[in-house]
């Protein structure tokens, strides 16, 4: 079997196979670095349309607002709440991506305008624009112009994760306020927050202080490893990750880390209370990621989850996944023994045939308590287009409204999160249910967006 040489000439002539997979090559690129340029050519005229959206917004607002809003700060700011929902909608976007991207274009038009020219030039990425309104919003107005010339010129030449290294930097040259002025300001930001993960996970957040947050994670790191040393004749198989992980969620679930934490969390393996080497390490058990055989609640404090189980696979009959309230789908075992033994728990079995809940009393304003759960149930999240806000922290709204004569039925009711509720009131935001949990969204610009409810384009629960 004869071999190519890649470097030979063809015998007709031209260019030898790898001098035409260079060129191939090289041209793909060019190409794609072109496109790229185009892109942010196009991103550049986004955020400047998007500006321009923002400010017709605050213009007229009453063309986003309803005539009962009379205050102007009240109309201002029922505008722009109409406009985030409006951006989020068009661009099928969450509103706190939507927020950000309005508030984003707003800062490269108004603030960062030699910023903005380099991004309509193609001479960055959209990435490298939004690292620098990240920084600059953080920078007095001052010297945000000279912020400005200077990030110009850092953006053609660096990365992203470069660019926020350098722009951090100059931010720290520029601020005319010392570090502990900012940092007494910087703090009333802290919280915690989760988000859904997949496959049964969740990431809980903790933005705290920079000494507080590296002085937990200290703690958590050294009992840890204590675990670790501690549990090392039990061939305990976890990974120092795996370990700290379940030493925080003991700690934050129970005050203390238990003894099958100190060893293994795999309900196959055998704990060694005595094996504890760390003051923060007891004797009692407290198994976190494994075997569930009690439920960690901490003392004083009823932790309030909600488990929809498809009442087959209750019984053992069916491998239907139960639904988490405001997470998602879960294993079944885990749904069992929730079912069984977590306090606070709201258990809702669907039917096995429809899988939907029957109406109740329907005859009065405010809705009963059962019409409230199935209505919980049918809804599971905050009826308005993209939102997520779980419906038992939303509140029930008439789409018709009562003094209307709207009744208090599943056919005019729909949960919407606080924040959408007063939207749809006080903007030009218009629902219109179309029964069975679906509901239909016009929005101030004529946009039509319908909303079905999950447990209509869920499968049957049997």
């Known amino acids: 079997m004869a071999t190519i040489d890649p470097y030979a000439p063809p015998a007709g002539g031209g260019p030898s196979l790898h001098a035409r997979c260079e060129e191939a090559y090289g041209q793909a690129l060019d190409a794609a670095a072109a496109l790229r340029r185009f892109g942010a050519s196009v991103d550049a005229e986004q955020a400047e349309l998007i500006e321009l959206s923002r400010r017709t917004a605050y213009a007229v607002p009453e063309a986003l607002v309803q005539v009962s809003v009379q205050q102007r700060h009240e109309r201002l700011e029922a505008a722009a709440r109409a406009h985030v929902a409006e951006v989020a909608t068009t661009f099928r976007l969450s509103e706190s991506h939507a927020t950000a991207l309005v508030e984003e274009s707003r800062l490269l038009v108004n603030e960062l305008p030699a910023t903005l020219a380099e991004l309509k030039a193609g001479h960055c990425a959209y990435e490298h624009a939004r690292a620098v309104t990240s920084e600059v919003v953080s920078v007095p107005e001052e010297v945000r112009p000279r912020f400005d010339e200077e990030a110009a010129v850092l953006v053609t030449t660096c990365t992203p994760p470069q660019l926020r290294r350098r722009l951090r930097a100059l931010r ?126 901490p003392r004083g404090i009823r932790a309030v989850v909600a488990v929809t189980v498809p009442v087959l696979t209750l019984l053992g009959r069916s491998d239907e996944s139960a639904v988490l309230d405001g997470y998602g789908p879960i294993d079944i075992e885990t749904a069992r023994e929730l079912t069984a033994t977590a306090p606070g728990l709201t258990r809702i079995l669907t039917h096995p045939l429809t899988g939907v809940t029957l109406g109740v009393d329907r005859r009065r304003y405010r809705p009963p308590a059962e019409l409230r759960r199935a209505l919980a149930h049918r809804d599971e999240t905050c009826r308005f287009p993209g939102c997520l806000r779980t419906a038992r922290s939303s509140e029930l709204d008439h789409t018709v409204p009562w003094q209307n004569g709207g009744a208090t039925d599943a056919d005019n009711l729909a949960h919407l999160c606080p924040s959408h509720h007063r939207l749809r009131h006080v903007s030009t935001w218009q629902p219109a249910n179309l029964g069975g949990g679906a509901v239909e969204w016009t929005s101030p610009a004529g946009r039509v967006l319908v909303v079905e409810a999950p447990t209509a384009q869920a499968p049957p629960p049997f």
């Open 172 to 297: 720290e040259r520029l601020h005319p306020q010392t570090p502990t002025e900012r940092h007494r300001r910087c703090r009333d930001d802290r919280g915690v927050w989760v988000d859904g993960d997949l496959d049964g996970m969740a990431t809980l957040h903790l933005h705290v202080p920079a000494p507080e947050a590296y002085g937990a994670f200290d703690r958590i790191d050294r009992t840890a490893r204590s675990v670790r040393d501690a549990s090392a004749r039990a061939e305990d198989p976890r990974t120092l990750a795996q370990i700290r992980a379940d030493v925080a969620t003991a700690v934050l679930l129970e005050g203390e880390v238990g003894a099958e934490t100190a060893t293994n969390s795999d309900p196959g393996a055998s704990a060694d209370p005595g094996a504890s080497a760390d003051p923060g390490v007891s004797g009692r058990g407290g198994d976190i990621s494994g075997s569930r055989r009690r439920t960690l609640v």
